[in-house]
């Protein structure tokens, strides 16, 4: 059955790169994105050659097996096709691309996916990105090692672990089948797009509910607004929805519109390469498909930034604890140098410290019971004494003591007694 929806597909070069080494394809019920590696010229060559390839497969189909299994040969046979262009150009080896790609069958969507291009279902209002990364990064991500944000901006984020390579005459899709709702909008990307425009803005665009063309414009520009560094391809699918139109036209976009065998060199500055180093790194590869040897070096390298970073919070943290300790130890110092009259029980006594605690631990020791009764005290200085009565040494603290002994004598009326004056003797007494 032909897929009854409407979809658009678009591609740019972006602002910084001097040729586009993306492809796409939309059909009737073919949708593909390809984002190609291997330098200025293979990338080029090794997406297009995959869209052509795959473009054979938009046809109707009686079941989702058959589609699986069409889809699969079809990346096995682009592999084969990418070693031959490889040994009959020799520049051109360890050229690769990703591949993503949906076939419509019936209610069915058959997604076939390796490398990091993106895709996306925008359903229920809700965005959610169906296809996994293929990346280094997205590997540490999955062990936890690092945060999605973190990913975005990881020096190693163009590092592919699986792609349509000259490498593998094999290459592992992740396959799978999903259900299509009237109203769904699917989005196959490059990275030009996902790693410019967040999911955020990229749902925002959705629900403007407009047809796919408009919708792919509006996110052209947001990339370009964000700088485009790489180039920027996408194909948009709404599966009925507010715009249907039955889909029937092929659209290629990118390096696949290209005449095959013709090599279209890339734009060149009229100035020379001193004045425009960003010019002559946008030649430069955007992914890359490392050797077994290499992704063990970047994984030990991962390891020795994520001990050494460790090793940086221990430091910190340890430095901070022996500051706090420090701190802590002079302020107790100080507090050891103050003395205060106060009440313990019933009577009066000497402290030295401060009369505040930290939590169960109190900064005071008592080093005097005065023995002076608290119940002997006039009220105001009993009051006075609970309440504590700073004092500036132990010396002043004496005198303290000193001055609440004597009105406790005053208040008990004890006072010193008279020595007796002694009779002479031989004195008759009267």
């Not at 190609?36 to 060559?45: I, K, P, R, W």
């Not at 079941?63 to 520049?91: C, F, G, I, M, Y």
């Not at 103050?338 to 410290?353: E, L, M, P, T």
């Not at 009105?407 to 002479?424: I, K, L, Q, S």
């Amino acid at each position: 059955m032909v897929f009854e929806g409407s979809s658009a597909a678009i591609s740019h070069t972006g602002k910084v790169r001097s040729n586009n080494q993306d492809s796409g394809y939309s059909g009737a019920n073919l949708f593909v994105v390809a984002d190609g590696m291997g330098g200025h010229a293979g990338g080029d060559v090794a997406s297009s050659i995959a869209i052509h390839r795959i473009e054979g497969l938009d046809h109707a189909y009686e079941s989702t097996d058959d589609a699986q299994a069409e889809l699969q040969a079809a990346a096995t046979t682009a592999a084969a096709d990418l070693v031959r262009a490889s040994k009959d150009r020799p520049e051109l080896a360890g050229l690769g691309t990703t591949l993503s790609a949906i076939i419509m069958v019936d209610d069915y969507a058959v997604i076939g996916h390796i490398g990091d291009s993106r895709i996306y279902l925008f359903r229920d209002d809700e965005l959610t990105q169906i296809s996994a990364d293929h990346t280094f990064v997205q590997r540490l991500v999955d062990s936890g090692r690092i945060t999605p944000e973190e990913a975005r901006y990881h020096p190693r984020r163009s590092v592919l672990m699986r792609v349509l390579s000259d490498m593998d005459i094999d290459p592992e899709l992740d396959m799978f089948v999903m259900p299509t709702h009237p109203g769904d909008r699917w989005l196959i990307c490059s990275d030009g797009l996902s790693g410019v425009v967040d999911e955020l803005h990229i749902a925002k665009a959705m629900r403007l509910g407009l047809a796919p063309g408009r919708t792919s414009d509006i996110l052209l520009k947001q990339a370009l607004d964000g700088g485009a560094p790489d180039n920027v391809t996408m194909v948009l699918v709404d599966v009925g929805g507010a715009h249907p139109l039955s889909s029937g036209t092929p659209t290629v976009v990118g390096s696949a519109a290209n005449p095959q065998g013709v090599i279209v060199p890339a734009a060149r500055s009229t100035l020379t390469g001193w004045l425009h180093p960003v010019r002559q790194a946008a030649n430069e590869p955007t992914h890359f498909e490392p050797a077994a040897d290499y992704l063990e070096e970047l994984i030990e390298e991962d390891r020795r930034r994520s001990r050494r970073r460790r090793i940086g919070w221990i430091t910190a943290l340890v430095a901070a604890l022996a500051l706090l300790v420090g701190a802590g130890f002079i302020a107790y110092n100080w507090t050891q140098t103050r003395y205060f009259v106060g009440a313990d029980d019933d009577s009066v006594v000497i402290f030295r410290g401060v009369q505040q605690s930290i939590g169960p631990f109190t900064l005071s020791t008592e080093i005097e019971d005065t023995q002076i009764l608290l119940a002997d005290l006039p009220p105001y200085q009993r009051s006075a004494v609970e309440r504590t009565i700073n004092a500036r040494s132990l010396s002043d603290a004496e005198a303290i003591v000193n001055r609440l002994r004597a009105n406790a004598d005053e208040v008990t009326g004890e006072t010193p007694t008279p020595t007796p004056t002694p009779t002479p003797s031989g004195v008759p007494t009267p």
